[in-house]
């Protein structure tokens, strides 16, 4: 079903039940995933946040300019894309990271030709650094990306299944939604990413699957074009 993916992972999800620090078990499960994903021949490209390590706005007010706190939260991506790379690898898949700001030898800095170059060659493209600015969460450079490197879809890995009217963790009243439109989403106030990300994605008709990336097997089903999560569309 699709050719070429963005895969949006949160930090959180990197560090396991406490979604601190990088937790082996989980990393080493999602590098399983998303190389048998990449043997199968989807070309993949990965974007993920920091938050398990540092998150710019838990910064503000405790002595941290936002600025500042934006460009740690960029170096924890970094952190956390080198880590998922050697997981990949240890499953017989290259994968390279690349920066949105130079950051030789660490990693290569990103330009789109190069990261696409990988993909097409069966490797996986990790793009860490967010957008390279402050102010921007990861949500808007995976959006950014996506549209860049030309992936059929943007896919945000998540603990749900889905999309729902209400935090499914706190609320066991809440409804999975198997499909909506971005207006929908915007209009209902659903926190599936944010505003910005929202208007990138629309205005390239690039679709959003929210998906339960804890559950194996879920992003090949995806390959293999069966329905997973919740589609979000123009």
Known sequence: M???????????????PAGKGID????????????????????????IGGGNIFRGL???????????????????????????????????VKAEVFTATPMEPIARYYVREHAVKVMEEGGVAL?????????????????LRSLEIG??????????????????????TATKYDELTFSEAISKKLK?????AYALCEGGNMPIIVFNMDCPGNLTKLLEGEKVGTLVHV
């Open 2 to 16: 699709y050719k070429r993916v963005l895969l949006k992972l949160s930090g959180e999800s990197l560090g396991g």
């Open 24 to 47: 082996e078990n989980c990393l080493n499960a999602y590098a399983a995933e998303i190389a048998t994903a990449a043997k199968a021949g989807l070309q993949i490209g990965i974007v």
């Open 58 to 92: 838990q910064g503000v007010g405790k002595g941290f300019d936002r600025v500042n706190g934006d460009k740690m939260g960029m170096l924890a991506t970094v952190i956390n894309s080198l880590g998922l790379a050697m997981g990949i690898r240890s499953h017989g």
């Open 127 to 143: 793009i860490a650094g967010g957008t390279g600015n402050p102010f921007f969460t990861t949500d808007s450079g995976a959006a």
């Open 151 to 172: 992936a059929d879809a943007l896919l945000k890995g998540t603990r749900v299944d889905g999309v729902y009217t209400a935090d499914p963790e706190k609320d066991p």
């Open 192 to 196: 599936v990413m944010d505003q910005t």
